[in-house]
């Protein structure tokens, strides 16, 4: 079946960085727009970045644009997240997704078919 697995999460202090990383298992991960998402208490689950089939395109949410990457390694069936200059704000919980359909790269829960289990990222200032 398929498995989206994130790992890396963590608590940190504002200024500090960490690497989310998501392990995909039972599909065919190198063909897949894959995305991250987060979701704070009391809050909606938001549109982090999102990075194409080939990782040759990446598209990401304004709050963190220059601050987090997203890079993928398809022969390791693996997505990443680094996120530097981390704020109190980014804590969450992140969420990998995978995109089944070929389509453009969206920001938007609905395009996404598979999720992971969420990986706990909590910013202390």
């Known amino acids: 079946q398929v498995q989206l697995v994130e790992s890396g999460g963590g608590l940190v202090q504002a200024g500090g960085s960490l690497r989310l990383s998501c392990a995909a298992s039972?599909?065919?991960?190198?063909?897949?727009?894959m995305a991250w998402f987060r979701q704070a208490p009391g809050k909606e689950r938001e549109f982090v970045a999102a990075?194409?089939?080939?990782?040759?395109?990446?598209y990401y949410a304004d709050s963190v644009k220059g601050r987090f990457t997203t890079s993928r390694d398809n022969a390791q069936n693996t997505v990443y997240l680094q996120m530097n200059s981390l704020k109190p704000e980014d804590t969450a919980v992140y969420y990998c997704?995978?995109?089944?359909?070929?389509?453009?790269?969206?920001?938007?829960?609905?395009?996404?078919?598979?999720w992971g289990q969420g990986a706990q990222v909590t910013v202390s200032s």
């Open positions: 990075i194409s089939w080939s990782g040759g395109g990446t």
């Open positions: 039972g599909l065919t991960f190198s063909s897949l727009n």
């Open positions: 997704a995978a995109d089944t359909t070929i389509a453009r790269l969206s920001r938007l829960v609905g395009a996404y078919d598979y």
